[in-house]
């Protein structure tokens, strides 16, 4: 018999944790997956706890290894590596003697950094694209170093911490890695001591503001712009290499970790995403990446440059032009659990299938504001065009459009952006976007966006992409896979397309109409109650 052969990942995402193990043919044989809870302390805060994370990692990996046992499978011997991916640009800050969090984690999506975006955009030459050059970013409250400002300025815990030289900073990749290598002081299974990696990949990297695009280090110029001691900051790494091994205490003790990827990135390698190539993931939100090559790309169309992966610590460097959607399956979980129009999120679509269109409504959901290609803080969620004719079933249809729409237009920015030759195309010369996420299982809602892109929509067999592009970094660092394995397809699938059949001119009629109802949502952030 062959000798058992696994890889794992952690896909710690933005409202739930899960961990997944694959066999040799990168086929998931057990998984688990665990809700955590969503703390909204003010209008437009959204924070974590960090040691609840850190518990449903925990728990998430002693369940899905219960069950691969229960199914025969001997992890025991059989597990040689672990990849980590994670929500992206979520800040934790904690103390390096006690290994205990700050203050909360401070989500992705907040916007309680506007006034230091405002701040910073009247105070430095280059205003809000100040950073553009070194970084691929715009200043804005989606990125960790304002986060990490926010919480140097306003908690006395953090200040004191960074004062006295006892604060570490980490996205959430770090904060796992630090404690699962051992953290303030662990052992080893041969009983030596160990303590945490303080690591980041250059992915998590590229989405703080503070790393050079093209060096992959901390740019110092930007360090002393902002005052972020380089003292707090993990040490930058590739996508792909033995970072360390699971201390005790944990589940997998022994294991390497050795891949480690921002949900986005992972979903990229994921998708097999090779020069010329895009993927647009539906989540929490929705995120479009264009592997634009071995050189990064400039936007001019309001998208940002960030890192593809990096598949070794002397790989090249593939880069990505990139889209971030705030809001994409967060409006249908407001839809279910602040409105109580469906009862799951699955019910959304059998009941925008109720009506032939949205009658009419158009619904943008800027909850926090809207991210690519407009980044406007200053906007607010609007449904307009609303009648006595108008639906549950309208508005359900509009809040599905929305995704689309919204992909749409950061497509339209990155062909501007890379042009003909940076986008590849079938044999049949057509355009194809690959989509993965858990919203993507929602047919109706590949088929809208097919028709409003007018390009096929293809949907892969395993919907989890992000999770496989972790498990496809870990292995290949330990020597499980090779590179040429795993761009060749190495999970050979089934896979769904979606072709539009809506004609042209409604096409860009449906387009005007949602540019206009983009334009009345801006400038709303002050209504007063």
């Not at 409504?361 to 969620?381: E, H, M, Q, S, T």
């Not at 299982?441 to 992000?466: C, F, H, K, W, Y």
């Amino acid at each position: 018999m062959a000798e058992e052969v696994y890889v794992a990942s952690i896909d710690q995402g933005t409202t739930s944790t899960r961990f997944i193990v694959y066999d040799r043919h990168a086929k998931p044989v057990a998984s688990h997956q665990l809700e955590f809870k969503q703390h909204y302390p003010e209008a437009g805060w959204v924070e974590h706890d960090p040691m609840e994370i850190m518990q449903s990692v925990k728990i998430c990996m002693a369940k899905a290894l219960d069950k691969a046992a229960a199914d025969g499978h001997n992890m025991d011997v059989g597990l040689k590596a672990i990849g980590i991916t994670n929500q992206r640009e979520t800040t934790v800050m904690w103390s390096k003697s006690t290994g205990l969090p700050l203050y909360n984690a401070i989500v992705w999506m907040d916007a309680r950094t506007s006034p230091i975006c405002r701040r910073l955009e009247s105070d430095l030459s280059g205003g809000r694209t100040h950073f553009v050059e070194t970084c691929g970013l715009p200043i804005s409250t989606y990125f960790s170093a304002l986060k990490v400002l926010w919480l140097i300025e306003n908690v006395d815990a953090v200040k004191n911490a960074v004062r006295a030289g006892d604060a570490l900073f980490g996205t959430i990749d770090t904060w796992l890695i630090w404690n699962l290598t051992g953290g303030i002081g662990g052992t080893d299974r041969d009983g030596n001591k160990v303590f945490g990696h303080h690591v980041t990949d250059c992915s998590n990297a590229s989405r703080t503001m503070l790393m050079n695009l093209k060096a992959l280090d901390w740019d110092k110029p930007t360090l002393e712009t902002l005052g972020i001691p380089a003292e707090i900051l993990p040490k930058i790494i590739s996508n792909s290499e033995r970072i360390g091994v699971v201390a005790n205490g944990f589940p997998l003790a022994g294991v390497p970790i050795a891949g480690c990827l921002g949900d986005q990135h992972a979903a990229m390698l994921g998708q097999l995403c090779q020069k010329g190539e895009a993927k647009s993931t539906y989540g929490t939100g929705a995120f479009i990446l264009l592997n634009t090559g071995e050189e990064p790309t400039q936007s001019s169309h309001g998208l940002l440059s960030t890192i593809a992966y990096k598949l070794g610590p002397s790989a090249p460097t593939n880069y990505a032009l990139e889209g971030s959607i705030a809001i994409a399956g967060a409006a249908v979980q407001w839809l279910r659990d602040s409105l109580g129009i469906i009862s799951t999120a699955a019910d959304i679509e059998k009941l925008a299938d109720t009506v032939q269109d949205s009658g009419g409504i158009y619904f943008v959901p800027a909850f926090n504001g809207l991210f690519a290609p407009w980044w406007r803080d200053d906007a607010r969620g609007i449904c307009i065009g609303i009648t006595r004719f108008t639906n549950k079933g309208h508005i359900a249809r509009a809040v599905l459009e929305s995704m689309c729409f919204q992909v749409n237009d950061v497509l339209s920015s990155m062909h501007k952006d890379a042009g003909e030759a940076g986008e590849v195309k079938s044999a049949e010369g057509e355009f194809l976007l690959r989509v993965d996420g858990g919203a993507t299982v929602n047919n109706l809602l590949m088929q809208i966006q097919a028709d409003l892109l007018g390009s096929p929509v293809v949907r892969p067999a395993d919907i989890e992409t992000t999770a496989l592009g972790a498990a496809y970094a870990a292995g290949l660092a330990v020597g499980v896979w090779s590179k040429e394995q795993i761009f060749a397809g190495l999970h050979k699938e089934n896979t769904r397309v979606f072709r539009p059949k809506l004609d042209e001119a409604h096409r860009r009629k449906r387009a005007d109409s949602w540019y206009k109802a983009v334009s009345r949502s801006f400038d709303l952030a002050d209504l007063s109650l």
